[in-house]
């Protein structure tokens, strides 16, 4: 529950920081879960795009619920299904994210451009 608590604290101090994002912030973009969607994410430093196609909301090389903002799959609080998160989800996968916030080396910026979606995602309805 604490680390839960920390993580949203984290990602709401990110969205209101009005962070510089880097690659593309696609705003708040619902997915719908089962449909097909390809996510995009840069590759560390060299900028490299990488592009998977992905079924919301699968499990994906041990990763779970892809396209689900926050951690995990459950939990009591409401979450949103949006691309941004869904590009997040995916690099960190790929990446071998250490921590999955604002400050991992390779999935740092695809964290800062889902924030915006943890909170208004919810509030616009991106309920998968």
């Known amino acids: 529950m604490k680390k839960l608590i920390i993580s949203m604290l984290s990602v709401i101090a990110v969205a209101a920081a ?3 994002y880097a690659g593309s912030n696609e705003g708040v973009r619902c ?3 089962g449909s097909t969607v390809q996510a995009v994410y840069d590759k560390g430093s060299n900028g490299r795009t990488v592009r998977r196609n992905i079924r919301v909301g699968s499990s994906y090389k041990g990763g779970q619920c892809m396209g689900r903002c926050g951690a995990a799959c459950g939990g009591w609080l409401p979450s949103a299904w949006t691309k941004d998160c869904l590009d997040h989800d995916i690099c960190i996968v790929d990446q071998n994210g250490q921590n999955g916030g604002a400050g991992d080396t ?3 910026d695809e964290f800062r451009q889902a924030a915006d979606d943890y909170i208004t995602g919810v509030i ?3 309920r998968g």
Do not use: A, D, L, M
């Open 18 to 20: 009005g962070s510089v």
């Open 31 to 33: 997915i719908k879960k």
């Open 106 to 108: 390779n999935c740092g």
């Open 124 to 126: 616009r309805g991106c």
